[in-house]
């Protein structure tokens, strides 16, 4: 499978966004999937994770309650609704799909989609 993220975007402080990546092929449903991202000159962090039926999700501290993570299998998308966004939330976001198991951390997915931009102004 291959993953293509949607352009990600600028918005100002308490903006919403919604990031989408789509997979290529009809197997995402056999997939876990998350977003990850990168500030600058910070390491790579698990932004969110979900299962492949989509029954179990799970979020990095810093954006509970203000993002969420869903999937639509249907369409071989992943979605990272993205609500109340601070300046810190500033980074390039990727998505990631793995058929091992589910996992909170990098090395644990094999598929990446290309990063996209999110910049929250303040």
């Known amino acids: 499978v291959q993953l293509q993220a949607c352009v990600g975007g600028m918005v100002q402080a308490g903006d919403s966004l919604r990031l989408s990546c789509r997979a290529s092929?009809?197997?995402?449903?056999?997939?876990?999937s998350a977003w990850f991202r990168q500030a600058p000159g910070k390491e790579q962090e698990l932004v969110a994770a979900?299962?492949?039926?989509?029954?179990?999700?799970h979020y990095t501290d810093s954006v509970k309650g203000r993002f969420t993570i869903s999937r639509d299998n249907a369409k071989n998308t992943a979605y990272l609704q993205m609500s109340s966004l601070k300046p810190e939330d500033t980074a390039v976001y990727y998505c990631?799909?793995?058929?091992?198991?589910?996992?909170?951390?990098?090395?644990?997915?094999?598929?990446w989609g290309q990063g996209t931009q999110v910049t929250v102004s303040s």
């Open positions: 092929g009809d197997f995402f449903r056999l997939y876990h």
């Open positions: 990631a799909a793995t058929r091992v198991r589910l996992s909170y951390t990098g090395d644990g997915y094999g598929v």
């Open positions: 979900i299962s492949r039926s989509g029954t179990t999700t």
